[in-house]
């Protein structure tokens, strides 16, 4: 879909090439004449705009023009993300690439390694983020999703944070929000220990393993996918 500066252009080109009227140039278009002679308004806080989208593409690369439409109504600008797409796409800032359909994770045979969730409480996952504060000290934060809502159930963060905790947090979990059938993770202590599978098969919770080094496998991208969001700077 062209744009109304683009058709009055185009009307313009035909006027000059064919030396004929308004009127009937802007049929030949089939744009309304109205539409031609009307000025675009430039608004007072354009250019504000423009460089306060500049700077949050440049603060936050991972965003794209949506989520900086968010901040911008988190600072107080009244704007729709139409506007900030069009000024988005003037400065030349990046556009995400539509991402092609990835094949199936899962097995036809129900097999638990590639378990897809089909209801709120059927398959959750769970993982360790670490990072540092600004002193260079190192804290860890506990990440519980649903993989069917993608909501993030729990975030308990601590300097450190063994297998006691992990049990403490999903208590707290379970109590609240219910048992899930399935739970995923990695094939860390914290969550491997003899002690948490037995709690968990007492609850008849059946824990999901993925292979070492495929952090990706089996859904695991969505846990990791939300790490990933968590890290990025605010």
Not at 12 to 34: G, L, P
Request: hydrophobic content about 35%.
């Amino acid at each position: 879909m062209t744009s109304p500066a683009m058709r009055r252009e185009a009307v313009e080109q035909v006027r000059k090439v064919f030396e004929v009227s308004e009127r009937r140039a802007c049929r030949v278009i089939r744009q309304a004449r109205s539409t031609q002679r009307r000025k675009p308004e430039k608004r007072n806080d354009e250019e504000q705009l423009r460089k306060e989208v500049v700077m949050l593409a440049s603060k936050f690369g991972r965003y794209g023009y949506r989520r900086v439409t968010g901040l911008l109504h988190n600072a107080g600008w009244q704007v729709n993300h139409k506007r900030v797409e069009r000024i988005w796409r003037q400065e030349g800032l990046k556009v995400p690439k539509r991402q092609p359909k990835r094949g199936r994770l899962w097995l036809n045979d129900g097999s638990c390694v590639r378990l897809r969730a089909e209801y709120p409480r059927h398959v959750w996952s769970y993982d360790f983020v670490m990072n540092r504060t600004h002193d260079g000290k190192a804290f860890r934060t506990l990440n519980v999703i649903g993989e069917f809502t993608r909501a993030c159930l729990a975030i308990r963060v601590a300097r450190s944070l063994k297998g006691e905790d992990v049990q403490e947090c999903l208590t707290d979990l379970f109590c609240q929000r219910g048992v899930p059938v399935h739970i995923r993770s990695d094939n860390g202590s914290e969550f491997s220990n003899e002690q948490i599978r037995t709690w968990l098969n007492e609850l008849a919770v059946k824990p999901l393993f993925i292979e070492p080094g495929s952090p990706w496998e089996a859904k695991r991208g969505f846990i990791e996918s939300f790490n990933g969001t968590l890290r990025s700077p605010r």
